[in-house]
């Protein structure tokens, strides 16, 4: 198995899935700033031109965090990534997928990529002002979620590494002073052992 990463980006949360199940997988740097992700060689696994980026031992390629989570979970029942019951895996779903669509795709894509928005110049502060509005209201939402529990679900899921990845974000290249919970949260986190195998392969500091 390949994960296709590139250091900071939102694979961080897959890199360290990987490291929370201990199994000997590869891991190889995209770089993104020089268009790596748009060469062909990258485009033939995944024509999306994005990380994560999964090679399976059969060569065939899953993208998608959730789906990648997902699937990593599924197929390593000893990590206890995902609780059994169907309820517990929807939540973990629902978690991510706003984690990944709402806070990540729009909130800091609007704060980082405001020429993807903005039909002119004159936008682009304004553009950017949503989007760091959709992010912080984003972490209230994680953080009303979060509750009085450790995770996300109670126990330690996919969906903490969703979270992480946008708490990571937030903290380190927004600058912001996170809510109560998340912020326990992600010092709970780079707490754990794997992450912290993560944060040093991919030259990170929490
Ligand atoms: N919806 C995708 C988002 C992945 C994504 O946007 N990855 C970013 C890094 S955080 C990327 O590869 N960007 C490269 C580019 O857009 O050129 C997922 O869930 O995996």
């Given at each position: 198995m390949k994960l296709l990463y590139a250091p900071g980006a939102c694979s961080l949360g897959i890199h360290l899935l990987l490291e929370e199940i201990g199994k000997p997988y590869d891991a190889e740097l995209v770089n993104l700033r020089e268009g790596a992700q748009f060469k062909p060689e990258f485009t033939a696994l995944?024509?999306?031109?994005?990380?994560?980026t999964l090679v399976r031992d059969d060569g065939t390629v899953l993208t998608e965090f959730p789906a990648i989570a997902f699937w990593l979970a599924r197929t390593n029942p000893?990590?206890?990534?995902?609780?059994?019951d169907a309820d517990s895996q929807t939540r973990a779903l629902e978690a991510m997928d706003y984690v990944v669509?709402?806070?990540?795709?729009r909130g800091f894509t609007m704060i980082f990529r405001p020429d993807m928005f903005?039909?002119?110049?004159?936008?682009t502060e304004a553009v950017k002002a949503r989007g760091l509005a959709m992010f912080t209201r984003g972490l209230e939402v994680m953080d009303a979620m979060l509750g009085?529990?450790?995770?996300l679900l109670g126990s330690f899921s996919v969906a903490d590494a969703a979270l992480f990845y946008v708490e990571f974000w937030g903290a380190g290249r927004l600058q912001l002073d996170l809510p109560a919970r998340c912020k326990a949260h992600y010092a709970r986190m780079l707490a754990r052992p794997a992450v912290a195998r993560m944060m040093a392969a991919e030259g990170l500091v929490g």
């Open positions: 995944n024509p999306k031109s994005k990380v994560p000893g990590a206890h990534l995902l609780p059994d669509s709402t806070m990540h795709m903005a039909t002119a110049p004159a936008e009085d529990k450790d995770y």
